[in-house]
């Protein structure tokens, strides 16, 4: 009998949890939010769904065509650092983004725990200067928004909240970096804020300490900038890995007792309740600002990561927008494009929450996925065909790099969308 119970709680518990109503608080409690003040100052995060934002006041109220601006695009390179050099380098992406019939910019502003930006948090970028830690004498991102909104480029700010350190990128870091901070303190409670994963460093978001320091960071960029985003990609935890948390995870389940959930459960508790958090800091400096996901395309690896898809697809307070990396072609063997457009074109059926498809602009004319790729021209044109037919809300193309691609003669390969 008590397995029984045991095992009835659990399931009710989960289906809580994945419902994104409730938050346990059985090991790490999280403050309670009104809507009065989107964070307390004690723990930074939310432990309730908010409201939505009034949308009809934002500038990407209509149908989306963006372009990632991913860091490697932003790297300033050896030889010219300045402010006239990182001008050159911008006007000439916004420029491609525009003649590519695109409006918005999702540009990579955190991509290693570090800020192409003035930041109080982060590290300035080793994208910039060379080395992480050192200042230059102008606010990249500020000359960004500058220089986008002269071409009528909107920007989206892009940060991976819990990416360090990937495939030994940055190859150090500076003293400011949080990890760092930690590491050098007499403080021996905050040793396993970050945690270690095939050579990859990550924020551990299981401490309300990492999940305020993420919150802070993004508050900190809608505060201080007039972006018109934040936007988030799939850097959750580790796939296929589940002791590089064991230790937080044994804690929590010890304290739970007979009600505690899957350490993936409880992985996806963690990153909701950061969501949740994020959301609400944006909202409540900036409501017109978006707060948007892009997860993987596949459902089955995002749960691998503990990317809790379906509650961030249907309720209200976790994101505007979810842009899945629709990566693959129409002719993919495992995942075609269309079947997969179809397939979260059925999960986000929430009108708060828009679907903005990403395309992979850069697999066009290539060998990518077995030659699929190959077998029709202009394949990126029938994809957002065919995402319009399907009634997605707008697409978003991976990468600027690319877009040499659809930039024709007569600049209608890409069609601009209504």
Same mark, same amino acid.
């Given at each position: 009998?008590?397995?029984? @119970?045991?095992?009835? %709680? ?26 009065? *003040? ?22 990407? =109220? ?12 932003? +790297? ?43 930041? *109080?948090?982060?590290? !300035? !970028? ?10 230059? +004498? ?8 500058? #220089? ?5 480029? $909107? ?19 500076? +003293? =400011? ?16 804020? &970050? ?7 990550? @924020? ?36 296929? +890995?589940? *002791? ?16 505690? %959930? ?63 990396? &629709?990566?693959?072609?129409?002719? $993919?063997?495992? %995942? ?21 498809? !990403? %395309? ?13 790729? @190959? ?11 065919? #995402? ?8 978003? #193309? ?13 600049? *209608? ?6």
């Amino acid at each position: 009998m008590k397995k029984i @119970l045991k095992g009835i %709680l659990s399931i009710v518990l989960s289906a809580v949890f994945l419902a994104g109503c409730v938050f346990l608080v059985s090991f790490f409690p999280e403050k309670d939010f009104k809507k009065e *003040k989107a964070l307390s100052e004690k723990t930074g995060e939310s432990s309730v769904i908010s409201e939505s934002p009034d949308r009809s006041k934002s500038s990407n =109220s209509g149908f989306m065509k963006a372009v990632w601006v991913p860091f490697m695009s932003l +790297d300033m390179g050896k030889n010219d650092r300045s402010r006239t050099a990182a001008e050159k380098k911008l006007n000439a992406i916004f420029e491609k983004v525009r003649k590519a019939g695109a409006d918005t910019a999702f540009l990579h502003v955190r991509p290693f725990c570090d800020a192409l930006y003035k930041s *109080k948090i982060f590290p !300035s !970028s080793h994208l910039l200067s060379g080395v992480q830690g050192k200042d230059v +004498d102008y606010d990249f991102l500020e000359t960004a928004i500058k #220089l986008a909104k002269k071409q009528g480029i $909107h920007i989206h700010a892009w940060i991976n909240p819990l990416r360090v350190s990937y495939s030994k990128t940055p190859s150090s870091f500076a +003293d =400011s970096n949080p990890c760092m901070k930690w590491k050098n303190d007499s403080d021996s409670s905050n040793d396993n804020y &970050t945690f270690t994963s095939s050579g990859n460093i990550y @924020l551990n978001p299981a401490y309300p300490e990492v999940r305020r320091l993420i919150v802070d960071g993004v508050r900190e960029i809608v505060k201080n900038y007039d972006v018109d985003g934040v936007v988030i990609d799939d850097y959750f935890y580790p796939p296929d +890995d589940m *002791k590089a948390d064991q230790r937080e995870y044994e804690l929590y389940s010890s304290k739970a007792g007979e009600t505690y %959930l899957s350490q993936n459960n409880w992985r996806k508790q963690n990153i909701n309740t950061l969501l949740c958090s994020i959301y609400s800091a944006v909202h409540y400096e900036r409501s017109e600002c978006l707060f948007g996901i892009s997860p993987q395309c596949n459902m089955e690896n995002d749960e691998k990561l503990a990317a809790d898809i379906k509650s961030w697809s249907v309720i209200t307070g976790y994101c505007d927008y979810i842009s899945p990396q &629709t990566y693959v072609s129409e002719y $993919h063997p495992l %995942l075609p494009f269309g079947k997969c457009v179809d397939e979260w074109r059925k999960l986000v059926r929430n009108e708060n929450v828009k679907l903005y498809i !990403s %395309l992979s602009l850069y697999k066009e004319g290539t060998d990518a996925d077995d030659g699929t790729w @190959l077998k029709k021209k202009d394949n990126i044109s029938s994809q957002i065909a065919y #995402l319009k037919k399907a009634g997605a809300d707008g697409y978003v #193309l991976y990468s600027c790099e690319d877009l040499d691609k659809v930039i024709r003669n007569d600049e *209608k390969t890409v069609p601009a969308g209504n």
